[in-house]
Nanobody, 118 residues
Framework: QVQLVESGGGLVQAGESLRLSCAAS????????MGWYRQAPGKQREWVAT???????NYADSVKGRFTISRDNGKNTVYLQMNSLKPEDTAVYYC????????????WGQGTQVTVSS
């Protein structure tokens, strides 16, 4: 059974940084693309970033230049470094197996809350 555990969220001020982690188990991690998604209050979940098994990355326009996705196959973990945070980045962040911008698993982890104050 695949399990995804997100961590690293918190309350920060605008302009500050956070690093999120997502630990995966029950999946052959290194062959899967991984993605980060977020859901703000009252809004639909949206795609944030993708990293392929080969390390190619892609970002939503709203985070391009500020966020960096990376992975450590030895630790079955994907990261999201978030710099220059804005209040509009406030959301619960989730990871998932990924194909393009689409998530693969219908079951999500608990997510990690990111709150950015102005």
């Amino acid at each position: 059974q695949v399990q995804l555990v997100e961590s690293g969220g918190g309350l920060v001020q605008a302009g500050e940084s956070l690093r999120l982690s997502c630990a995966a188990s029950g999946v052959f991690f290194r062959i899967n693309a991984m993605g980060w998604y977020r859901q703000a209050p009252g809004k639909q979940r949206e795609w944030v970033a993708t990293i392929t098994s080969g390390g190619t990355t892609n970002y939503a326009d709203s985070v391009k230049g500020r966020f960096t996705i990376s992975r450590d196959n030895g630790k079955n973990t994907v990261y999201l470094q978030m710099n220059s945070l804005k209040p509009e980045d406030t959301a619960v962040y989730y990871c998932n197996l990924n194909s393009g911008r689409e998530y693969i698993l219908s079951s999500w982890g608990q997510g990690t809350q990111v709150t950015v104050s102005s």
